[in-house]
């Protein structure tokens, strides 16, 4: 029983530390945009220390999420913040301010990425709340037969 959970808290940890890496590798590689690059150099604000923490603990629905949640944040914050970042470029007129320039000019991806994670770390929190009461449910509370 001991032996078993510390090999599914070892392929938890194995699959996070994958995803985080492969996504980093990428980011360096292939996916040479703005988010991508800005991300992988601050070390995805190191939500892949918490989310191996959080296997480590037995909360793999949650760590599940903030990786799930990290790599969709990226992509939707990326592509998401350049469609913004478009529109709002094309209001940009000759007789505006600098400051009004400089605001419509911004890009929004690590805002949005940060969004996704946080309603990715609530949904994985519901789960493991959720997960957590249907096991305990079961196996507690069970009439003995005389």
């Known amino acids: 029983m001991v032996m078993r959970r510390i090999l ?6 194995f699959i ?15 996916l040479t945009l703005y988010l991508f690059i800005w991300a992988a150099h601050n070390n995805y604000l190191y ?3 918490i989310a191996v923490i959080l296997a480590i603990f037995q909360k ?6 903030i990786t799930a949640g990290n ?8 592509y998401l913040g350049d ?17 009004m320039i400089h605001h419509l000019s911004n890009h929004h991806g690590a805002l949005i990425w940060l969004i996704v994670i946080l309603v990715s770390i609530a949904v994985g929190i519901l789960l493991q709340i959720r997960y957590t009461q249907k096991h305990t449910s079961s196996t507690v509370n069970v009439p003995q037969i005389p």
């Open 47 to 49: 939500l892949w220390v």
């Open 16 to 30: 996070i530390l994958l995803t985080f890496y492969i996504l980093f590798y990428l980011s360096h590689t292939v």
């Open 8 to 13: 599914t808290t070892f392929i938890h940890c």
């Open 83 to 99: 469609y913004i970042q478009a529109v709002r470029s094309a209001k940009i007129t000759d007789t505006m301010s600098a400051e």
């Open 60 to 65: 793999p629905s949650v760590a599940y999420s």
């Open 71 to 78: 790599v969709a944040g990226v992509i939707i914050g990326q």
